[in-house]
């Protein structure tokens, strides 16, 4: 038998088993500061789909996933799955964006009507087994699901990924004692409660595997009842008669009409800029340095659009996805989620689109001046020197229209390159103390006592997007997710300016930065 290497090995997601899993790895707690979801299934199932990445380097990958609606189950037994609660409200919108997350890493899924993820995945197994032309491909079955041990064989395992934990054959006979083919026979003895499929009252996994072990097979259980003693033997002859049916039940399929060949399998590329643009609606912060790691080991990196493979009846899971969070900071109310409007109709746009300059020179600062005077509403913002109201001032940002901005340093490593804050402060201050103009900005509570400490009052204070925000229930407060949020704008944050913060990183001081 051939070594398993990322070019001959298939890995088999077990699509919401792991979504599921994620989910409850993570209890709550966790919602994106732009678009207000529910982030914490989203945030371990892609902290899964990194690893395997990295880890693995695997070429072909498939995620196959329930579909909604009844399944063959059903019609066999009406009360299959009959007593399962319906999962949690803040389930359902991450599902959504784990399969968009999991297509722009060029990972097709796979879905059928009418099955399960367990027979697609059986399906798939078969036919790549038997295919003359990947005899030495291996599949790993991303999950820990014990209907699917009726599957391993010596080319077939089941991998737990998040304990980096492989079950094959041998592993199956050290844990339970049985082999694969007997599988079925021991999930039809102990029945299976999370399904709603009875078994024999009083005999769980231990004991069923045991009685396998024992006579060899459901059959021979049966055909040797007469030497069971006492209320198990009792037990069993009662669920004789479901025996049958309950063995259709936990037998997995593996003649689906699936749409599938290796190829379907083959990543597809790494959409990296949607990921990052991703990432940073959801403030996944860890997931963009890993995945800028990731793309700088010679990962997959070009742009594609990853294939939804659909078997069957057009099944292709939507990928638009609705803010729950929309509207303009100047909406007379709270947003409306059923508005047709979203930040997904607007271009994403970054601060590099724009007129923003330096003002440095006396001549340059004059005509700022000129111009400030004639207007109605400006923006403030102030830079310093550390944090605090009384900080040192570093700089003032200003801006009168949209795309337009000045910064007015008045500390930096050069400071022969400008004028100082004396100078500055002089020429500005009877803008910023006229109550006839506007002023707006954000958090503009700081720059008003930074300011303040400088020697210059603010004045003319009539909007502030950090209050509105908070008002209006945005997710996040932070002025870089709700320019994300509110205009798709994508800010330059601050760590490219003076590095990143963490354990063992020094920042810089705006002072510090040209």
């Not at 072909?60 to 399962?84: A, H």
């Amino acid at each position: 038998m051939s070594k398993a290497t990322p070019g001959n090995t298939l890995y088999l997601i077990d699509g919401h088993a792991q979504i599921f899993r994620a989910y409850y790895a993570i209890r709550g707690g966790m919602n994106s500061p732009v678009t207000g979801e529910p982030t914490n299934a989203t945030f371990a199932f892609t902290g899964m789909l990194l690893k395997l990445f990295k880890q693995f380097r695997p070429e072909y990958v498939v995620m196959p996933i329930d579909m909604p609606g009844k399944t063959f189950r059903d019609e066999l037994y009406p009360d299959y799955k009959s007593q399962r609660e319906a999962p949690p409200e803040d389930f359902a919108p991450q599902v959504d964006r784990i399969l968009e997350i999991t297509k722009l890493f060029g990972v097709p899924v796979f879905g059928q009507e009418g099955a399960e993820a367990d027979d697609i995945i059986a399906t798939i197994v078969r036919r790549v087994l038997n295919d003359p032309d990947h005899k030495d491909t291996h599949i790993r079955i991303v999950s820990k699901d014990k209907d699917l041990e009726q599957l391993l064989c010596d080319r077939v395992t089941l991998f737990d990924i998040h304990k980096d934990l492989e079950i094959d054959t041998d592993a199956l006979m050290e844990s339970k004692g049985i082999t694969p083919g007997q599988v079925v026979d021991v999930l039809t003895l102990m029945g299976d409660k999370v399904d709603n499929i009875p078994g024999v009252d009083g005999i769980g996994p231990k004991t069923a595997a045991k009685l396998i072990q024992e006579y060899g097979s459901l059959d021979e259980i049966i055909h040797n009842l007469d030497k069971i003693k006492g209320k198990r033997k009792e037990n069993i002859a009662r669920a004789i008669e479901f025996f049958p049916l309950a063995k259709q039940l936990v037998s997995l399929k593996h003649d689906l009409e699936v749409n599938f060949d290796m190829d379907d399998a083959r990543v597809g590329g790494f959409d990296a800029e949607a990921l990052d643009t991703v990432f940073k609606q959801l403030g996944f912060h860890r997931h963009i340095t890993d995945l800028n790691a990731l793309l700088g080991n010679d990962a997959p990196t070009h742009r594609s659009t990853p294939s939804t493979a659909a078997a069957g009846k057009d099944n292709a899971q939507q990928d638009a996805h609705s803010p729950l969070f929309q509207g303009g900071l100047f909406d007379a109310g709270a947003a409306d989620c059923d508005d047709e409007s979203t930040t997904d109709d607007i271009p994403l746009t970054t601060a590099t689109e724009g007129d923003y300059r330096a003002v440095t020179t006396g001549d340059q600062l004059a005509e700022l001046v000129d111009t400030l005077k004639q207007q109605t509403l400006i923006a403030v913002d102030t830079e310093t020197v550390g944090l605090g109201h009384h900080a040192p001032l570093c700089g003032i940002c200003l801006s009168w229209e949209s795309g337009c901005g000045v910064y007015v340093p008045v500390r930096s490593p050069n400071p022969d390159e400008h004028l100082d804050e004396m100078a500055v402060l002089a020429a500005l201050r009877p803008v910023l103390m006229d109550g006839s103009i506007g002023k707006c900005g954000h958090n503009l509570k700081y720059d008003l006592l930074v300011l303040r400490h400088a020697g210059v009052e603010l004045k003319g204070i009539v909007f502030d997007s950090m209050i509105a925000g908070h008002l209006l229930g945005a997710p996040g407060l932070g002025m870089d997710h709700m320019a994300l949020s509110m205009l798709n704008y994508q800010t330059v944050p601050i760590s490219e300016l003076i590095g990143e913060r963490g354990r063992g990183k020094v920042q810089k001081t705006m002072d510090q930065v040209p």
